[in-house]
């Protein structure tokens, strides 16, 4: 399974950085995707990775400020978010694929695939 934190509450400017860890698999091995829903809004894909983290897809949105890193001894994947702004606050989800874990990052951002596990959401807010 998928568990994701390290959401809160924080001004808008700063910065949180959001972990998803991996339970019972090794995430080396899977493409990693962040999506975040907003309240009243459909769920969007901000920032994705293949198995190698060779390639990655950003949402123009987040492009410059979110970034993500995996932690291959703790099998965890981090989302460095900078810079947040009151439109970042969310639901945020990490995900996981074996079966695409090398296919192009904007697929699994885009919702393309069914995803092999999913985390419980962690609440972003930021305040203006």
């Known amino acids: 399974q998928l568990q994701a934190s390290g959401g809160g509450l924080v001004q808008a400017g700063g910065s949180l950085r959001l972990s998803c860890a991996a339970s019972g698999f090794t995430l080396d091995y899977y493409a990693i995707g962040w999506f975040r829903q907003a309240p009243g809004k459909e769920r969007e894909g901000v920032l994705c990775?293949?198995?190698?983290?060779?390639?990655?897809y950003y949402a123009g949105s987040v492009k410059g400020r979110f970034t993500i890193s995996r932690d291959s001894a703790k099998n965890t994947v981090y989302l460095q978010m900078n810079g947040l702004k009151p439109e970042d606050t969310a639901v945020y989800y990490c995900t996981a694929s074996r079966k695409f874990a090398t296919t192009t990052p904007s697929n699994v951002c885009r919702g393309y695939y069914v995803m092999d596990y999913w985390g419980k959401g962690t609440l972003v807010t930021v305040s203006s």
């Open positions: 990775i293949s198995r190698s983290a060779g390639s990655a």
